[in-house]
């Protein structure tokens, strides 16, 4: 027992600075080997959001576009643990997390461009299959007989407790409506049934529709709280600044302890938000059967972009609605930052966005649940894996997840060592991949 305690508290010291500084080298490599990328071909990725790369190359039957897996990866990264997250970051770390939240999503664009770009780069040498993401460029690395089942065992682990973790988070939102938890628990579970059971096509076309509501819903509601507390906008960013900056802090005891925890909740939250570095959107875009790489990597850039737009957006709602300290945490610290503007209608709106959150990632979850079986399996038990995950849905709805927050911290830190080893090692090939694109390609047209 002993042994075990001491296990644990060694895991989580190494998921505390260590894993966070790796993942901050690995950004800052890449930013540096591929010559800043996330700003080179910032306004190009734009371009390629309306004007997207073909869907797949000839002969290869594709289950998306890479415009809809683009739309599937925010799905994943705009779920419950985004929003929980930069409310958890702001209570644990005060208002200077956010200034990292956003430091941190800037560092790992180019990893999202890199894990991306190896998936399309190995999946267009396949001919039959559109399998792909670390699960086979892993396979090209130095121990990667080894490492590539490794991570593979850990992606499923982590969709099925991610799973249950979004429909918990679903569940209690939908506790403010005063319904029985089994009656959303059963609602859930004939939902996932449908969508699982329809194939690629069905989890295409849900994502399709759902991406764009919430996203409509989170701008203009959080677009009124700013604009309500306009006055307090400059003192809440400056405010920001001086507790993730601050000399004085960085040198004053205390103070220098809480910059301290601004860095750490920050980034730590910024890359869970995200799931930039653990290969979802890696599993996600080797579906359009691309054979560009290069521009597969450059749109799922914005991604990364967009989810830390939102955490900020959302923390500087906080923060400039005066509501950071107040003691609360994860959806009622959300909640009440919008009580400030909307009243008791604050409840239903962070409630709605919940549930669309939450929906959106366990759409999108299984698919990437099932590629990543297949690519373990050759194909064979795929029914029932799909009825495991339908019931881990179901099973999350009504249980107290707490404990198994634990075993998605530690999914994550394994899938996130492994994925950004398997980075590292391959980048000589992404840089020759996007200098030979350079030559034949001009962003600024």
Known sequence: MLLFHNLQILLYALMGWPLILYVISTGIICTIALKGIQLHYFAYAWKLIFFPPKQAAPGIKADMTPLQAFINTLSTNLGNGLLAGVATALYAGGPGAAIWMLIIGFILMPVRFAEVHLSVLFGSKKKSSTIGGPML????IAGGAFLAPIYTALCLIFMFVGSAIQSNSIRISVDNWQINPWVTATVLLLFILYVTFGGAARIVKISDSIVPIKIIVFF????IILLYHASSLIPALKLMMSAAFSPLAAMGGMLGFSVQQAMRFGISRSILASETGLGTAAILFSATGSKEPEKDGIIAMLSTFISTLVCFILALCIVASGVWDNGMTS???????????????AGW?????????GIGALVSYSYIIKEAWISISRGKF??????????????????????????VDYTNAGMLIINLFGILYLLPKIVQGLAHFEKNNDPST
């Open 137 to 140: 460029y892993l396979q090209s």
């Open 349 to 357: 709106i962070v409630s709605f966005l919940s549930i669309a959150f």
């Open 382 to 407: 795929i029914q029932p894996l799909t009825i495991m995950y339908c019931l881990c849905v179901f099973t999350g709805a009504l249980i107290d997840v707490n404990l198994i927050f634990t075993i």
């Open 331 to 345: 959806t009622t610290l959300i909640i009440a930052s919008f009580s400030t503007v909307f009243g008791w209608l």
């Open 220 to 223: 203009a509601s959080t677009s």
